[in-house]
């Protein structure tokens, strides 16, 4: 079945930096595309970042130049590298697939951003 382990959360100041690992299994991760989610407390889940199977990349524009998306096909892993980290990036962060009509997510990792 398809898994989707996210880590690396914590607890970071303003201007510190984290990285988000998501470990996929049950499916072949080099054929796919995968994002990165994150859901802020009383907000709606939104897209952060995607890396195609050819490593394009895209952003939202808050995180554009501050995170950078990548992929390891040998371990099957997705990457978010974060800087500059500000106070408004404090959310869940969720590691997404869509293998066909279907959504597959993990279980998140928290990423508190204050001093």
């Known amino acids: 079945q398809v898994q989707l382990v996210e880590s690396g959360g914590g607890l970071v100041q303003p201007g510190g930096s984290l990285r988000l690992s998501c470990a996929a299994s049950?499916?072949?991760?080099?054929?796919?595309?995968m994002t990165w989610y994150r859901q802020a407390p009383g907000k709606q889940r939104e897209l952060v970042a995607t890396?195609?199977?050819?490593?394009?990349?895209n952003y939202a524009d808050s995180v554009k130049g501050r995170f950078t998306i990548s992929r390891d096909n040998a371990k099957n892993t997705v990457y978010l590298q974060m800087n500059s980290l500000k106070p408004e990036d404090t959310a869940v962060y969720y590691c997404n697939v869509q293998l066909g009509t279907k959504h597959y997510w993990g279980q998140g990792t928290q990423v508190t951003v204050s001093s």
């Open positions: 049950g499916f072949i991760f080099s054929i796919e595309s």
């Open positions: 890396i195609s199977t050819s490593s394009r990349t």
